[in-house]
């Protein structure tokens, strides 16, 4: 009996091990998803989106953009529309649900802002995803503030006007982010503010006695990158 019991409990426990997702089920999942046009299908769902399924729709969006190579498939499917719907949703009831989805939908607009070239996008979506980003990279979590940052470091590539309205709207932010405690934190920090260096709040920042310190302690760091980032901004600052 209790070898018979031993095996039926050992066979249900391979039952359950093998219905587990790993990482490349939930990749394959992700990937087939968007290839059968499912972000398409999210924008015609928004037109009468309740709370809940807004909610499930940022989760969807969140989740398929970690995937970097689903990114520009998501843009070209209408994300960037739908996720901006999402962001400017005022009217439901529950603050804190109606903050979560908000919250996912930014990070994914991160995420995608990351790996798409923000040249190719209309400019007023790039100019409209400076205030989200900066909102996520205001959070707690390392994740958030990193990839935020990084999706502002590229989006700053359009041109002046990007960059005006993201030091306009983040520069406390980023520069409070150099001395976080996540180097890679740091370093994204650093690289935004680098590529906003035509901006005259970040020029007199770095000429500022005290704040040019901070920047030479930056380009003495032991990060390569940001160790390159500091230098090269202190180099155009001078």
Sequence with gaps: ERRMASKILNKDKKKIEDSKDSPERCASRK??????????????FMH???KVTKMQIAESFFH??????VRSQMVQQGALNVIFKLLSSAHDSGVAEVNKYKLLASHALARIL??????????IQVLESVGPLVRLAKQDYALQQ????????NIATVGLE?????????????????????????????????????CDKVLSSLRDASKHKVWLALALSEDVPTAAAALGALAMAT
């Design 31 to 44: 990937v087939a998803f968007v290839g059968a046009g499912g972000v398409s299908t999210m924008l015609l």
């Design 48 to 50: 009468t989106a309740s």
């Design 64 to 69: 398929c953009s970690a995937e970097p190579k």
């Design 114 to 123: 990351i790996s798409v070239n923000p040249n190719l996008l209309p400019e």
């Design 146 to 153: 990193f990839e935020a940052l990084l999706a502002l470091t």
């Design 162 to 198: 990007v960059q005006e309205k993201l030091v306009d709207t983040g520069y406390g932010v980023i520069e409070e982010l150099q001395w976080s405690n996540h180097q890679m934190v740091v370093r994204a920090a650093t690289e935004t503010l680098c590529n906003c260096i035509s």
